[in-house]
């Protein structure tokens, strides 16, 4: 299958700083990527829709301020936490989206903010 | 607005067993993609089986399968043979069919045990 790529895997930070996480889509261009949150044991929370070369889609109560997404190439995309706080530590998932719609699956990028 | 409801949040198996996971889904579309996707304790999310809605035959990938009973709006997953790999957190997810129907949407998950 397709391979998509998230760094970094885990990252820890002081709280009021910001923290940049990419996702990249190692072999095949993705139009639209997506970006989730999710808590232990719980579901996936979608956060944003990404698409290349526009603005991102953000799902109603995300902050978009907050939740800074840039989708510049079919390849990369990157979610900014900007001044991080401890409520924001969570395992943060991306999927890219191939043309045929299919959809495949970051390895997630766990976020602690101290 | 679409939801998916995953009603067991755990479930227990014994190896070589069989064990099946429920889900139904709330939906206005009559095409639309339903999948399940399981994630081990690594957290990547891998994808199991996937059913369209305008297909009445039952997906099937070697030890998974499918009952999709599309007027109930019910997709229940079924492990054959249990083996101690399958144990993780299952969702099951919708999504739909058109151009533009991008976004997954995610039961709550179910946690399958795998018991030796």
């Known amino acids: 299958g397709a391979v998509v790529s998230q760094h970094p895997s885990w990252v820890i930070c002081k709280s009021g700083t910001s923290v940049k996480i990419e996702c990249r889509s190692l072999?095949?261009?993705?139009?639209?990527m997506f970006w989730y949150r999710q808590f232990p044991k719980q579901s996936l929370m979608l956060m944003a829709t990404s698409n290349e070369g526009s603005k991102a889609t953000y799902e109603q109560g995300v902050e978009k301020d907050k939740f800074l997404i840039n989708h510049a190439s079919l390849t990369l995309s990157t979610l900014t936490v900007t001044s991080a706080h401890p409520e924001d530590s969570s395992f943060y998932i991306c999927?890219?989206?191939?043309?045929?719609?299919?959809?495949?699956f970051g390895p997630g990028t766990r976020l602690t903010v101290l | 607005a679409q939801t998916v409801t995953q009603s067991q949040p755990e479930m227990s198996v014994q190896e070589a067993e069989t064990v099946t996971l429920s889900c139904t889904y709330d939906t206005s579309e009559s095409d639309y993609y339903l999948f399940w996707y399981k994630q081990p304790p690594s957290r990547q999310m891998i994808l199991v089986i996937r059913q369209e809605a305008y297909k009445q035959q039952n997906a099937t990938e070697n030890r998974f399968s499918v009952n999709f009973q599309k007027a109930a709006k019910s997709f229940s997953l079924k492990i054959s043979d249990s083996q101690l790999g399958d144990a993780a957190m299952y969702f099951c997810a919708y999504r739909t069919r058109d151009e533009y129907g991008n976004k997954l949407v995610f039961g709550a998950g179910t946690i399958l045990r795998v018991k030796s």
């Open positions: 072999d095949f261009q993705a139009t639209t």
């Open positions: 999927s890219a989206r191939r043309p045929n719609n299919e959809q495949f």
